[in-house]
């Protein structure tokens, strides 16, 4: 994307909530959107997404033939499962709704299921499951229709601080094994840094960019690279551009 503008419109009103952003992703990378809130991530999703247009620059994403609807897997800060539907018919809704074939759609979910830790759990009711059980089902959700793009808003925003470091390691392992472009919006510096590739750092609305930059750490990361010098650095670094230093 070079240059992102993106105006809301009401009436004769106008609100400028993205101005000029400009990042290269590429297929495999995982990147972390980091910045204040009201700053514009989400919006910047959701124009990634396909859900909203953008009012000036160029976005070009996957070529000529990406589609949206299908190359896109998204991921909420709530699992928002449907409660009235089994665990493995939660994760296949989108194969549902693409009309995918149901044979290699459920053999598909199933080794999700498995991926995300969740193997004998696809015919439990979402309320058997804790928080972040129900988190990893709607990251299988994501993937179920093989998407090129995985968009995720602030996922693990509603977990314990225990809950939500486990999380961080299960992600790394399910993008290493995807091998599928992640785009993570976070409030958390710290997060934006163990789980990115790269990192996209936005100042306060309109959001603009203040950096955007590889983050290169030992791999595969485990927790105790949070105490090596180089993370504290990267975690400075990001302070100095949010301004809190
Ligand atoms: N549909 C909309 N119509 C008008 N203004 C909007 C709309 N959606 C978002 N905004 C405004 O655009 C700005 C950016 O919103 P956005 O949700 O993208 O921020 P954010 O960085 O994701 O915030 P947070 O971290 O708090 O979730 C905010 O000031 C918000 O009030």
Redesign the pocket.
Known sequence: MQQLR?V???RDEE?L??SDVTMDIYEGDMVSLV????????????ILSGL?GHDGGTLEIGGGDFNPGRDVGMVFQQPLLLKWRTILDNVLLPADILGLPRKAARERAQDLLQMVGLHGYADKMPYELSGGMQQRASIARALVHDPKLVLM??PFGALDALTREKMNLEMLRIWEQSHKTFVV?T?SIQEAVFLGSHCAV?TA???RMADFFPIELEEPRRLHVKTTPKFGEYVGRIYELLGVE
């Open positions: 993106k809301y419109r009401k609100f909530a993205v910045g204040p809130s009201g700053c514009g991530k989400s919006t910047l999703l959701k909203h808003d602030e919006v409030h936005l609305g309109p959001a």
